[in-house]
Nanobody
Framework: QVQLVESGGGLVQAGGSLRLSCAAS????????MAWYRQAPGKQRELVAQ?????????DYADSVKGRFTFSRGSAKNTIYLQMNALKPEDTGVYYC???????????????WGQGTQVTVSS
């Protein structure tokens, strides 16, 4: 069974930095895309950054985080990171890791979610 496990959240003052990690484990045959989403209290979950196999090879970012957040992928390919700099109070929320992957060559691609990690930015 596939699992996504995030870590690295916490409480930080505005202007500070955090680095989130996400590791996918289990039966993984192929990964089409991995992404970070976040959900602020009372708001819908939104895409923060993603990297897809069909894209340009560079991550795509939400406009609100461009220039401040950096998405990267580990050498193991099933691990991703989100370096968050110049954090703002509006970055507060639960950050979720997402992966679109196949467990075997005969399976369809399926989206999997991590349990989320809380990021709180104080003003």
């Amino acid at each position: 069974q596939v699992q996504l496990v995030e870590s690295g959240g916490g409480l930080v003052q505005a202007g500070g930095s955090l680095r989130l990690s996400c590791a996918a484990s289990g039966n993984i045959f192929s990964i089409n895309a991995m992404a970070w989403y976040r959900q602020a209290p009372g708001k819908q979950r939104e895409l923060v950054a993603q990297l897809t196999s069909a894209g340009s090879g560079s991550p795509d970012y939400a406009d609100s985080v461009k220039g401040r957040f950096t998405f990267s992928r580990g050498s193991a390919k099933n691990t991703i990171y989100l370096q968050m700099n110049a954090l703002k109070p509006e970055d507060t929320g639960v950050y979720y890791c997402n992966a679109d992957l196949q467990e075997s060559s005969s399976d369809d691609y399926t989206y999997y979610w991590g349990q989320g990690t809380q990021v709180t930015v104080s003003s």
